[in-house]
């Protein structure tokens, strides 16, 4: 099947993801500049598929008040009885319920700014950003607001879901096992073991969506250590695959919702980690961390910010 | 001494029979460790992970997440050598209940040190949130899976396969070393197989008069028997540990740390791989190569008490060792 035959009709929901999306990049870049650095191009190219994820794919309970993020429990262990995940921003488990898991966890920012976006956490949510003794984590844990397992150690994640969808079908839960992945991930031997299990096992309740903005920390993935091409190497592992404009919420948003065929599905999703904050071109291809060089580059993003706040009350 | 064969086999298959939530995963060594029985008669229970052990681990924290049990069964190096950062992020700082029973340790194989774990205890024992179990014969290998399932928690579990001899009569209790003898000159701290070998030792040493009390360790973390420092504090030369381990962070290592911070003044001698690695030959070779066998333990025990025995090998190899019974049917010891 062709992705654009899967092309909903028109509505008015793509637009409010677009916003949502554009609420997201803002969010992140005010952070940034707040900051002094940040995790940006990750929201750059990912807007769109967490903003659709959350309106349109993921199907979680409801979260009917903003929550505030929490001080810090300490890490699991006997002792501690009032351990907590940040699995309640995703609203009540079901069995229908879909689980959503971000893979790699230098996104939480960008995870953090969804979920102000979507009404899950409230909107000072941010201000507990990096700060010692809370959860709102510069890489998160599973503490972290919409995390529920450990990841970022990259690799893990997919494992991990892939146990837990084995865990759902065994259970009889129909809910899927929705998770983001990022390009660079895709490297270690770890994430193919994965694919390989969730495809020998036919977990077709496994739909990954996977940002490929074509950068990790050294630079561009295709001179760290070529991935490509991606779709035909997942394909003869024996995944379904998509490979969409990571931009477009509407192939999102379709393709997230498409009847399975038995085989786990992957959205890859082709990304530009500058959009939205042009001026982030200047620094390819070192984009995985934005730290200023100095008062002249902070100024560049904060006339960036200004045109983004426009934009948003002019549209 | 009774032998018996394929242990853990059976045991396992009926062990599991009331315990749904219990899962096994196999990395391509499903004879190999003993889960072709559960395999045939759980099917719906058993899955094949393929040579990939860092997924199995972190797909073990995911079914673990979800309240099922796995069991994950391969060779002890390739669960902490090749998955060490996936057991400690996917598995024990979410502190999940996942089971990791490795096989071959130490010198139990000939595949030589690509197959040999001889640091495992080290290595998990850092891990936060970890339990280790070491199995000495078929009464531990019978009842660990008990002591692993009653934790909530991960734990790592050296196992042994094969013949195994039966040394005890009762389970094991976690937390609980088993006391083979008792006495005031010397303590013998032993675990795994170690233990059989020392038992051969003690009953001909016992002829030249010398008492000693003679311990079976097999919950090496926690580690908090105070019953040990015990002995350790009454004892007239102090004590000497032997394990299937190297001697930095195994027993030895449990036992100089436990005895420092008591202030025990007492002498310690590690009996174990002092800092090698090891080679592929028979378990016979290498114990006599390490000094883990009986006779290698009468040598240490004679440097400790500066005593020279005239026990032969041949004395050894016709010690008989009969199954102890624990301190709660004294009248059999």
């Known amino acids: 099947m062709q992705p654009d035959q899967l092309r909903d009709k028109p509505a008015c929901w793509p637009q409010e993801i677009n916003r949502a999306a554009e609420g997201i990049r803002r969010r992140v870049l005010e952070h940034t500049i707040r900051n002094g650095g940040g995790y940006l191009s990750q929201a750059c190219s990912a807007a769109e598929i967490f903003a659709t994820l959350y309106l349109r794919v993921l199907n979680l309970g409801e979260v009917t008040n903003p929550l505030e993020p929490a001080p810090f429990p300490g890490v699991p262990g006997p002792g501690n009885t009032g351990y907590f995940t940040g699995a309640a921003y995703n609203g009540p488990k079901s069995e229908h319920n879909d689980r959503f898991f971000l893979s790699p966890s230098q996104y939480s920012l960008v995870l953090y700014a969804t979920l102000i976006e979507v009404g899950r956490m409230s909107s000072n949510g941010l201000d507990h950003f990096n700060k010692d003794g809370g959860v709102v984590e510069m890489i998160g844990a599973e503490h972290s607001p919409g995390m529920e397992i450990m990841t970022g150690s990259l690799g893990q994640g997919i494992s991990q879901a892939a146990g837990i969808a084995m865990a759902r079908k065994l259970k009889g839960e129909t809910g899927k096992v929705v998770l983001f992945l990022s390009d660079g991930e895709c490297q270690p031997g770890q994430f193919w073991e994965a694919v390989q299990v969730i495809s020998h096992y036919r977990l077709d309740n496994i739909l990954a969506y996977v940002d490929i903005n074509g950068y990790q920390c050294d630079g561009r993935v295709e001179t760290v250590m070529n991935i490509e091409p991606l779709e035909k190497r997942l394909e003869s592992f024996g995944a379904r695959v998509f490979r969409i404009d990571g931009h477009d919420v509407e192939l999102l948003a379709a393709l997230g919702r498409a009847k399975t065929d038995g085989r786990p599905t992957f959205i890859l999703c082709d990304t530009d980690s500058c959009r939205g904050v042009a001026v982030l071109k200047e620094r390819i291809p070192k984009m995985h961390y934005v730290r200023f060089t100095g008062e002249a580059e902070k100024k560049k993003y904060q006339q960036a910010y200004e045109q983004l706040r426009q934009g948003c009350m002019g549209g | ?333």
């Not at chain 2, 396969?161 to 005031?184: C, H, N, W, Y």
């Not at chain 2, 030249?208 to 105070?226: A, E, Q, R, V």
């Not at chain 2, 008591?262 to 114990?287: E, N, Y």
């Open chain 2, 1 to 333: 001494m009774e032998i018996l064969t394929r242990v853990h086999a059976r045991n396992l298959v009926e062990w599991a029979a009331d315990k749904p939530n219990v899962i096994v995963l196999s990395a391509d060594l499903t004879s190999s460790t003993e889960i072709d029985l559960f395999r045939d008669r759980y099917p719906e229970r058993f899955f094949s992970m393929g040579i990939a052990e860092q997924n199995m681990l972190s797909f073990a924290g995911g079914l673990a997440r979800e309240g099922f049990i796995p069991l994950v069964h391969t060779f002890a190096v390739f669960i902490y050598r090749r998955a060490y950062d996936q057991i400690a992020m996917s598995v024990a700082y979410p502190n999940l209940p996942v089971k990791m029973v490795g096989f071959l340790p130490g010198i139990m194989t000939p595949g030589g040190a690509t197959h040999q774990a001889i640091e495992d205890i080290s290595v998990m024992r850092s891990l936060p949130n970890m339990t280790i179990f070491e199995c000495g014969d078929a009464s531990d290998v019978e009842s660990v899976v008990d002591a692993a399932y009653a934790v909530d928690g991960p734990v790592y579990i050296r196992m042994l396969r094969g013949e195994i001899p039966r040394l005890f009569a009762e389970p094991m209790q976690p937390g609980k070393a088993r006391v083979i003898s008792t006495g005031d000159d010397l303590v013998l701290l032993t675990s795994g197989i170690c233990t059989e070998e020392a038992m051969r030792a003690t009953s001909e040493l016992k002829k030249y008069g010398l008492s000693i009390t003679h311990m079976h360790i097999s919950t090496l973390k926690p580690f908090n028997d105070d019953s040990v420092l015990d002995a350790i504090t009454n004892s007239r030369y102090g004590v000497i540990t032997m394990e299937n381990h190297s001697i930095i962070g195994g027993l030895g290592t449990v036992i100089a740390e436990k005895m420092a911070e008591a202030g025990l003044g007492k002498k310690l001698s590690r009996i174990g791989l002092q800092d090698t690695f090891v080679h592929g030959a028979s378990k016979q070779h290498l114990q006599r190569e390490y000094g883990l066998d009986a006779m290698g333990l009468i040598r240490e025990v004679e440097r400790t008490v500066d005593t020279k025995f005239s026990i032969s090998e041949d004395q050894i190899s016709e010690a008989f060792v009969a199954a102890v019974h624990s301190q709660a049917k004294p009248e059999a010891l």
